[in-house]
């Protein structure tokens, strides 16, 4: 089983430390076993670290770091310069060893102070990116998006960006079906793009994220095989294009049609997942206009051709109902 360990330092932030912790452990593969086992680690086994409002005891030491095969590292109140003893060794030899490693919010500080991050790309709350910039030169630091995945190492920004990045290493890990189980249980949109903008300065604040598109975006998935225009979207939503689309961008960071594209990749990768259908049929089905427009939409999207996708994930959802026959 894929082990992640989430290290709390003192003055861990509470909700940096919970949302990988619940995040990972919602996840169930297709045959119903849990896709991940999660613990929680700290300088010393069974070391109290203070978390806010509250202290937590983490039952693990800095040994587990190196039976994890991803390691998560939340933010903390006050980001130190220099790492408690034996932290920063602890990463890097994991590191050496293939571990996957992501930071939440200002954690990016303590992987920063590692070196892990110099030469690469990375994010935090945008509050912070300046100071991390900053103190980490050799970082390049970008403050506009919700994460950054690097391959082997990610940066998220703050709060939900969190959840955005556990929800994209699901996917990477286990498929579509596994990481859209995961967020029906955080009760979170399955994909927000890593890329998207962070909701950074408003001179007003924007309507709380769903508030009043919720029930159009869940409209836009039951829909997003029929040929939809940015005016017969605006109809269903019952405003102008022009509000719908500048709602979408205060709720979303996108544009409705770009919403409507990755919602059509996301039913893409899940009939692909799950069925046999041909290509030609699932580009249909997805609300695709041709074959040749889905696959380059969704090589610029996944990064692979829907065969390649298949390959590397239907494999592990026959094997689980295979195991676990109906």
Do not use: K
Not at 220 to 242: K, N, V, Y
């Amino acid at each position: 089983m894929h082990t992640v360990v989430v290290l709390a330092l003192d003055g861990v932030v509470p909700f940096d430390l919970s949302a990988p912790i619940d995040t990972f452990g919602w996840a169930r593969l297709p045959d119903g076993r849990e896709a991940y086992r999660v613990r929680v680690c700290s300088p010393e086994p069974g070391g109290e670290v203070r978390a806010g409002a509250f202290t937590v005891r983490a039952p693990y030491g800095l040994q587990a770091l190196a039976e994890a095969d991803t390691i998560v590292l939340p933010g903390v109140a006050q980001p130190p310069e220099v790492l408690p003893p034996g932290v920063a060794e602890a990463l890097r030899e994991a590191a050496a060893h293939g571990t996957r490693i992501a930071s939440i919010c200002v954690g990016a500080f303590l992987f920063a102070a590692t070196g892990l991050l110099d030469g690469l790309r990375a994010t935090t709350h945008w509050i912070a990116a300046q100071d991390l910039a900053a103190r980490y030169p050799r970082v390049t630091v970008d403050p506009n998006v919700l994460y950054v995945d690097n391959g082997q190492f990610l940066t998220s920004a703050g709060a939900a960006a969190a959840l955005d990045m556990c929800l994209h290493m699901i996917r990477r890990d286990h498929g579509s079906a596994v990481a859209a189980h995961a967020a029906r249980m955080s009760v979170m949109p399955l994909e927000r793009e890593g890329g998207q903008a962070q909701f950074i300065v408003h001179e007003l604040p924007p309507a709380p994220a769903g508030a009043t598109l919720e029930p159009l975006l869940s409209w836009l998935e039951d829909h997003c095989a029929q040929d939809l225009t940015l005016d017969l979207i605006a109809e269903q939503a019952g405003m102008s294009s022009r509000t719908l689309h500048r709602r979408f961008r205060e709720q979303t960071g996108t544009t409705p049609l770009q919403w409507l594209h990755r919602a059509r990749v996301r039913r893409a990768q899940y009939l692909l997942e799950t069925t046999a259908h041909p290509v030609e049929r699932i580009a249909a089905q997805a609300g695709f206009g041709s074959p040749t427009a889905f696959r380059e939409r969704f090589r610029r999207v996944v990064g692979t051709s829907p065969q390649g996708y298949r390959r590397s994930f239907q494999r592990s959802f026959q094997a689980g109902a295979d195991a676990h026959p109906a």
